[in-house]
């Protein structure tokens, strides 16, 4: 991984300068994760949450928010996780088989089954999501996933200069021996990692010490001298569909659609609140005039002039139709299925369920390409911190690797299975079929050849069972038996 050398000059600049200013200026700018992008996902936070703000009456809350809970009809969570469940690695092919194991090994270690939905789900929801890689002593190194309220990336055209991680902590220290609640500030650099922080909101960034480091600062090198081979920036920054170096929420053209839809949906609380149900009138008996209504009752009105009626109830068709259609809207301008938004809607099938998931479908494959080459990034990243801090493993830096994915698709898997015969009728390797269906070509190997020995013995055992076994003649207690002559058949 070649270190540029402008972010290399950059670093020296900051870090090096004596101006005490100037590095105080730098530090409170990395540490600024700017108000109007956390605003920005903080407002897709809530409407993923359900956290609406949905204007009431006084009457309308008091029966749509009896709960306690903001009242929403929330499809913002339904959108990002369609999109979020889909996305779901399968592992890595390289060509070098010490390569796949690392990367098979690292993706076990830390548990990225689950760990990989927590970032997907972040990077659909906000946009971004970061990914930190870190040593451990004694195990590979961690992968930690971190929200982008907390960590940031600084670009200079298409390569990252420089990350930084910003974050309240009270983790007792060198540097904060009572555990007091102070800032924490991390500079990620191509060769280097500076530690800062501040006691108090408007204080000072003061170098700080962990446990086992020797300063703030850690020679991020290979060799861990100040002048070795850098590791590079071990910061991997998850953009979905990003412009150019910012991903685009999911939510982003999804939330005006869902705030006409909680408009609809009060709209439609007023109609069936005042004129759900049909309504008496009574005219010419006077302002006291009032009768009691209830089942079974007479009413007796002593007036000449008096009149009665009924107002029919107000038909909600409009409404509800208002409301069906806006949430087709939402389906459509966020290119989720509308059977996934609907629960119990009717799955299309055939071409259909191709055709209503074409822009679902390309969304996806498009993210994944996209991400698959952030998680690649992580692997190797990965590797080199593996080669850098423990001497008993070395891993290829060079062998390709490529992120398999599983299809976001609907999957009808009895076609797939005709499908995969007809292809291997026509030649198509095993190994590619099997990834083709979703499964581990190495791990179903494995496994058939963990199989063969417990089958063998299996069938050895049943047939020793066999030889031992009694015949019908010995268990009646004779010998040999004569044989005998076959019966004439007669037919009648």
């Not at 290399?8 to 730098?26: C, K, M």
């Not at 920005?40 to 609406?52: A, L, N, S, T, V």
């Not at 779901?88 to 070098?96: I, K, L, N, P, Q």
């Given at each position: 991984?070649?270190?540029?050398?402008?972010a290399?000059?950059?670093?020296?600049?900051?870090?090096?300068?004596?101006?005490?200013?100037?590095?105080?200026?730098?530090l409170?700018?990395?540490?600024d994760?700017?108000?109007e992008?956390?605003?920005?996902?903080?407002?897709?936070?809530?409407?993923?949450?359900?956290?609406?703000?949905?204007?009431?009456?006084?009457?309308?809350r008091?029966?749509?928010?009896?709960?306690?809970?903001?009242?929403?009809?929330n499809?913002?969570d339904?959108?990002?996780?369609?999109?979020?469940?889909?996305l779901?690695?399968?592992?890595?092919?390289?060509?070098?088989q010490?390569?796949?194991?690392?990367?098979?090994?690292l993706w076990?270690?830390?548990?990225?089954?689950?760990?990989?939905?927590?970032?997907?789900?972040?990077?659909?929801?906000?946009?971004d999501?970061?990914?930190?890689?870190?040593?451990?002593?004694?195990?590979?190194?961690?992968?930690?996933?971190?929200?982008?309220?907390q960590?940031?990336?600084v670009?200079?055209s298409?390569?990252?200069?420089?990350?930084?991680?910003?974050?309240?902590?009270?983790r007792?220290?060198?540097?904060?021996?009572?555990?007091?609640?102070?800032r924490?500030?991390?500079?990620?650099?191509?060769?280097?990692?500076?530690?800062w922080?501040?006691?108090?909101?408007?204080?000072a960034?003061?170098?700080?010490?962990?446990?086992?480091?020797?300063?703030?600062?850690?020679f991020?090198?290979?060799?861990?001298?100040?002048?070795?081979?850098?590791?590079?920036?071990?910061?991997?920054?998850?953009?979905?569909?990003?412009?150019?170096?910012h991903?685009?929420?999911?939510?982003?053209?999804?939330?005006?659609?869902?705030?006409?839809?909680?408009?609809?949906?009060?709209?439609?609380?007023?109609?069936?609140?005042?004129q759900g149900w049909?309504?008496?009138?009574?005219?010419?008996?006077?302002a006291?005039?009032?009768?009691?209504?209830?089942?079974?009752?007479?009413?007796?009105i002593?007036?000449?002039?008096?009149?009665?009626?009924?107002?029919?109830?107000a038909?909600?068709?409009?409404?509800?139709?208002?409301?069906?259609?806006?949430?087709?809207?939402?389906?459509?301008?966020?290119?989720?299925p509308?059977?996934q938004?609907?629960?119990?809607?009717?799955?299309p099938s055939?071409?259909?369920?191709?055709?209503?998931?074409?822009?679902y479908?390309?969304?996806?494959?498009?993210?994944?390409?996209?991400?698959?080459?952030?998680?690649?990034?992580?692997?190797?990243?990965?590797a080199?911190?593996?080669?850098?801090?423990d001497?008993?493993?070395a891993?290829?830096?060079?062998a390709?690797?490529d992120?398999?994915?599983?299809?976001?698709e609907t999957?009808?898997?009895?076609?797939?299975a005709?499908?995969?015969?007809?292809k291997?009728?026509?030649?198509?390797?095993?190994?590619?079929?099997?990834?083709?269906?979703?499964?581990?070509?190495?791990?179903?190997?494995?496994?058939r050849?963990?199989?063969?020995?417990?089958?063998?013995?299996?069938?050895?055992e049943?047939a020793?069972?066999?030889?031992?076994?009694?015949?019908?003649?010995?268990?009646?207690?004779?010998?040999e038996?004569?044989a005998?002559?076959?019966?004439?058949?007669?037919?009648?």
């Open positions: 991984m070649a270190l540029d050398n402008f290399n000059r950059l670093s020296t600049i900051f870090r090096r300068r004596s101006d005490s200013t100037a590095e105080q200026a730098f409170k700018a990395a540490a994760m700017g108000s992008r956390l605003a920005c996902y903080q407002r897709f936070e809530d409407y993923y949450g359900g956290e609406h703000k949905v204007q009431l009456s006084a009457r309308a008091e029966y749509l928010e009896a709960s306690g809970l903001r009242f929403a009809e499809f913002c339904v959108i990002v996780d369609s999109k979020a469940d889909a779901a690695v399968r592992g890595f092919d390289s060509d070098d010490g390569m796949r194991e690392f990367a098979r090994e076990r270690e830390n548990r990225m089954d689950a760990t990989q939905k927590r970032i997907h789900r972040g990077a659909v929801k906000l946009g999501y970061f990914v930190i890689v870190e040593p451990r002593e004694g195990k590979l190194p961690k992968i930690c996933p971190n929200h982008p309220g960590v940031k990336a670009y200079d298409d390569e990252m200069l420089y990350a930084s991680k910003h974050w309240t902590t009270t007792p220290s060198v540097s904060n021996p009572d555990g007091a609640a102070i924490r500030l991390n500079v990620y650099w191509p060769a280097e990692i500076e530690k922080y501040a006691p108090y909101e408007d204080g960034w003061l170098p700080y010490v962990a446990e086992g480091d020797e300063g703030n600062v850690i991020w090198t290979m060799d861990g001298t100040p002048g070795g081979e850098p590791i590079g920036i071990p910061v991997v920054h998850f953009a979905d569909r990003p412009n150019p170096h991903g685009c929420s999911k939510l982003r053209g999804v939330i005006p659609q869902q705030d006409a839809l909680n408009k609809s949906l009060v709209d439609l609380f007023w109609v069936m609140d005042a049909p309504q008496q009138w009574m005219t010419g008996v006077g006291g005039g009032q009768v009691k209504r209830h089942p079974g009752s007479l009413w007796e002593e007036s000449d002039t008096a009149k009665v009626g009924q107002l029919a109830a038909d909600p068709t409009k409404v509800v139709e208002a409301i069906e259609s806006q949430i087709k809207r939402m389906a459509s301008r966020s290119n989720t509308l059977h938004m609907l629960a119990g809607g009717q799955l055939g071409e259909t369920l191709k055709t209503s998931e074409s822009g479908v390309r969304e996806g494959r498009d993210s994944q390409t996209e991400m698959g080459n952030r998680y690649e990034d992580v692997v190797l990243i990965a080199r911190v593996t080669n850098a801090f001497n008993s493993r891993v290829s830096e060079d390709s690797l992120t398999r994915w599983e299809d976001v999957r009808n898997e009895v076609d797939e005709n499908v995969a015969v007809l291997q009728t026509l030649g198509v390797s095993t190994d590619t079929l099997l990834a083709e269906l979703g499964y581990d070509p190495e791990k179903e190997r494995e496994q050849e963990s199989e063969i020995p417990a089958v063998a013995d299996e069938l050895l049943r020793q069972q066999m030889q031992q076994a009694p015949t019908r003649s010995e268990e009646a207690g004779g010998g038996q004569p005998q002559k076959p019966r004439n058949r007669v037919a009648k």
